[in-house]
């Protein structure tokens, strides 16, 4: 076995697995506070990529200098979707609020594929082919800098959940939704913060890939949706460090699985894996509770 | 006798005329009478038993498959080839029942999602076995008692008689136990065990008629089509597509299939030159839709109301 391209790979599929956790946290957190699976999270993810594609053409931003407007804007937007439409659902079966998703996930990919046409789209830096050389493994630098963006997000994410009122109101409601409205959270606009949250997480993910990858509306989306269930279900819904920790596995078992077995396979690796735990271990490798869901 | 069957021979006339009539769309009356077909199968695992499947292309793709490798490698009859396709997709739904059913809600969505997916990428890179991501051609048919396979008002009544099958199956099932069985699961897993009914049973029995129903809909349309790819054929689109289909037109009734079907491929046709390829974008507006104003789908929704008032009269 050569152990240098092993741990190439290895470092690459960490660094990959890093920006899945990232989108990954965005759906699970979603799912804690309101119960349901949203379908439209990796068409968040596409919403994040055509931002870097379209301030690149127009102003020619680097993308990582979008972040800055990308993530309070999927803040709001995402906020605003919740009050205008998922908010309406709440109370429905999950089913229906999943059906909602499903048609917002729909309707983002068409209109984007309205406005932008087919044609996947890309944001060309000059350091892309650029790599760290650590011994003898070489880090890419787009790699690199979407790990940090990852690092950067969660652990923003662990200090609001942990060291502020909001945060503390967020777990709260995803403990128990109807115990922290007679503590007199407002659960409504909790949600609401979520829902921002992830949507947030979902479009740095976006801008983070873009030098790496090609967008193109209607495909990628579903692609990142599929991997976002992945990523969660294998750690347990609504579980964050579960999440992050599944996104690692989701990435080195795809770089791993391409090289050393086929790599036409790629992305049937991780679904395999997804399968395998949903039907031996539906509350996730890292679930506590046992009951049948 | 009920109404749903007078309502079914009187649209089955009246569709069996329509390739009369001068300016007669036979290509988009396939594609109602299939998704029809589809919508209404698929009706029988998500409506009646609640089991929300998106994974229902590949039963669409297992028939046309079928068909078209039977004819094209085995020179196999496309009605052998889609009794073979039917047998394995009987099979191929008991395997996947038995694996899932356990999971309930979002969990099974899910499930079903990956296993599609993962016969895709299967149908993609096992060229061996299905001609691979190029597709596969079907060049030749036989041709019994002289009609033409290949003629697209033959292939119009392969696919109304499809469409009333399924049609029909839903209606005989509808005032059997089965029905009521099927309708208990749904409404409430644990109230129908209490009454003596074993749930995953029930729901496989469902998935296994509904998963035979849709490989016989897709023989026809490896037929129709006569040119199969597994991106299209398989694509997780398709299978949302044949989904919102039945939530659009009524989860869990008769005639909420058909609805949906004819509503959305026909405005689909319509609007086909100003979407162009963001077509779906028509499902996902009426998909809002329908779950903010109308929950329980259109024919579900007019049930209701019809219910509501005769009673209202008769208080």
Known sequence: MDYVSFFQNLSNGVLIGAVYAMIGVGLTLVFGVMRTINFAHGDFVVIGMYFAVVFNSVFGWDPYLTLIFAIPLGFIVGALIQKVLLARVIDAKPETMMLATLGLSLVIANLLLLIFGGEPKSVQVSYAASTISLGEIRISVVLLFAGLATLAMISALYWLLNRTEVGRAIKATAENRLGAELVGINTKKIQAIVFGLG????????????????ASPVTTGALFTLKAFVVTVLGGLGNIGAAIVGGLILGVVEVLGASYLDSAYRDAYGLLVFLAVLLVKPEGLFGKTVKRV | MNKHILILVGLFVAAALYPMTPAAFITVGISVLLFTGWATSWNLLGGWA???????????GLGAYFV????????????WSVLLAMLVAAVMALIWGKLTFGLRGPYFALSTIAIAEILRLIAINEGWLTGGASGVFIDTLPEPMGIDLFDKTTQYYLALIYAALTIAV??????????????????????????????????????????????????????????????????LLFSVQIALTVIIGGRGTIWGPAVGAALLVISGEIFRTTFAQANMLLYGVLILVVILALPRGLVGEYAHRLIRKKYANRA
């Not at chain 2, 499947?53 to 669409?60: M, T």
């Not at chain 2, 078209?68 to 009605?79: E, H, M, T």
């Not at chain 2, 409430?188 to 998935?207: D, Q, R, S």
Request: proline residues 4%; neutral net charge.
């Open chain 1, 199 to 214: 949507m947030a997480l979902a479009v740095t993910a976006g801008v983070s890939l873009i030098p790496l990858l090609f």
């Open chain 2, 68 to 79: 078209a490798i039977g004819s094209s490698q085995f020179g196999l009859a496309p009605w």
């Open chain 2, 170 to 235: 839903t209606i005989y099932i509808s005032t059997r136990k089965f029905g009521y069985e099927l309708k208990a699961v749904r409404d409430n897993e644990e109230a129908a065990m209490a009454a003596g009914i074993n749930p995953t049973v029930i729901k496989l029995k469902a998935f296994v008629l509904s998963g035979m129903l849709t490989a016989l809909g897709g023989g026809i349309y490896g037929v129709f089509l006569s040119f199969i790819e597994p991106h299209i054929i398989f694509n």
């Open chain 2, 50 to 60: 609640g089991q929300l499947s998106l994974g229902h292309a590949s039963f669409v």
